[in-house]
């Protein structure tokens, strides 16, 4: 198994940046791609960024493009969430998630999660 532990959420005003980090522990081997999911408040769980081991291949959601960046460590296990110029439709809990395969659909792993709140 693997488990995913998120941190560095906050309450921050709209045009602040925000940094949020993954820690990976278990069996963190069989991790090929680590990425980053939010759920609005009232709305359905979607997909903010992504990362794969190796190359480091990237993708993001139209909406953070240019705003987010993900990044990866993989000496220590932990993938991590940039958040620049954030506004208060970014507001909402960030979860964590690895998987074995390059960008899944699913992905077999989550973190608990951590609340961003953005204020206008």
């Known amino acids: 198994q693997v488990q995913l532990v998120e941190s560095g959420g906050g309450l921050v005003q709209a045009g602040d940046s925000l940094r949020l980090s993954c820690a990976a522990s278990g069996r963190t081997f069989v991790i090929y791609t680590m990425g980053w999911f939010r759920q609005p408040p009232g709305k359905e769980r979607e997909f903010v960024a992504a990362?794969?081991?190796?190359?480091?291949?990237?993708r993001y959601a139209d909406s953070v493009k240019g705003r987010f960046t993900i990044s990866r460590d993989n000496a220590n296990n932990t993938v991590s969430l940039q958040m620049n110029n954030l506004k208060p439709e970014d507001t909402a809990v960030y979860y964590c998630a690895a998987d074995r395969a390059g960008f899944p659909r699913d992905y077999d792993f989550w973190g608990q999660g951590t609340q961003v709140t953005v204020s206008s």
């Open positions: 990362i794969t081991r190796g190359f480091g291949s990237t």
